[in-house]
């Protein structure tokens, strides 16, 4: 079982930065690929990044490629979402979520989710 718990969401305006963060529990972290969705209100949930479990390799939606960029932590167990130039389309809750095994960045491949950040950007 894997829990996950995000943090650091708040409001910013355009133009500025926010870092996510993801804490999670469980034994053989490293053997996890972590993922980062958005949801904005009336919309799916949407991949925004993903990072495997060992050797950090990342990919990312066209959408946030080249802003946003996304760590880890093994031995601490923690997951990063640098957040740069942000837009107000950007403007959703951001979960993290993992899987065993390799990242996708399918919505449905993924097991276990946190429970979501608020992030506001202001024009």
């Known amino acids: 079982q894997v829990q996950l718990v995000e943090s650091g969401g708040g409001l910013v305006q355009a133009g500025g930065s926010l870092r996510l963060s993801c804490a999670a529990s469980?034994?053989?972290?490293?053997?996890?690929?972590m993922g980062w969705f958005r949801q904005a209100p009336g919309k799916e949930r949407q991949f925004v990044g993903g990072?495997?479990?060992?050797?950090?390799?990342?990919f990312y939606a066209p959408s946030v490629k080249g802003r946003f960029t996304i760590s880890r932590d093994n031995a601490k167990k923690m997951v990063f979402l640098q957040m740069g130039s942000l837009k107000p389309e950007d403007t959703a809750v951001y979960y993290c979520?993992?899987?065993?095994?390799?990242?996708?960045?399918?919505?449905?491949?993924?097991?276990?989710w946190g429970q979501g950040t608020q992030v506001t950007v202001s024009s």
């Open positions: 979520a993992s899987r065993w095994g390799a990242a996708t960045w399918q919505v449905s491949e993924y097991d276990y």
């Open positions: 469980g034994r053989t972290f490293s053997n996890y690929a």
């Open positions: 990072i495997s479990g060992i050797g950090g390799n990342t």
